[in-house]
């Protein structure tokens, strides 16, 4: 049951991080470039995932420390999918585009991102004091 919470509160998630991105794109990127204000909302990116998790970590009730770190998967593998899929068959991004965001060699902090999306639930338990 918590994983399905989990995808719930994922659903939050990507919601918030499209009205994220549309943001970063009306108001930022015109600013900075698309480049530069991508990478800056990764951090604003990994703050709302954050707020989302604190908020709903509880609802989620989850388990063990094994459970966060599933909740945690299930997000990274269900966000790359999602935004994979999004970049190519609705943006038709190449695939250059869309793993540029990855590439730390060339500026990209996207993989930072994941990894936070990672260990949010373990974050957000310990912030909440969800055992």
Do not use: N
């Not at 919470?5 to 499209?18: D, G, M, P, S, T």
């Not at 966000?79 to 068959?89: A, M, N, Q």
């Amino acid at each position: 049951m918590y994983l399905f919470k989990a995808f719930l509160v994922w659903l939050i998630i990507i919601f918030a991080e499209i009205i994220h991105g549309t943001i970063r794109q009306l108001f930022l990127a015109p600013v900075t470039g698309d480049f530069p204000a991508r990478r800056i909302a990764v951090f604003s990116g990994m703050l709302l995932i954050f707020i989302v998790t604190v908020l709903f970590i509880r609802w989620i009730a989850p388990a063990s420390a094994g459970s966060l770190l599933a909740i945690g998967l299930m997000w990274v593998i269900l966000t790359v999918l999602f935004e994979f899929s999004l970049g190519l068959f609705v943006f038709d991004y190449t695939w250059g585009r869309l793993f540029e965001d990855y590439d730390l060699s060339r500026g990209g902090l996207m993989s930072f991102g994941l990894l936070f999306l990672l260990f949010a639930p373990m974050l957000a338990a310990k912030v909440r004091g969800v055992p």
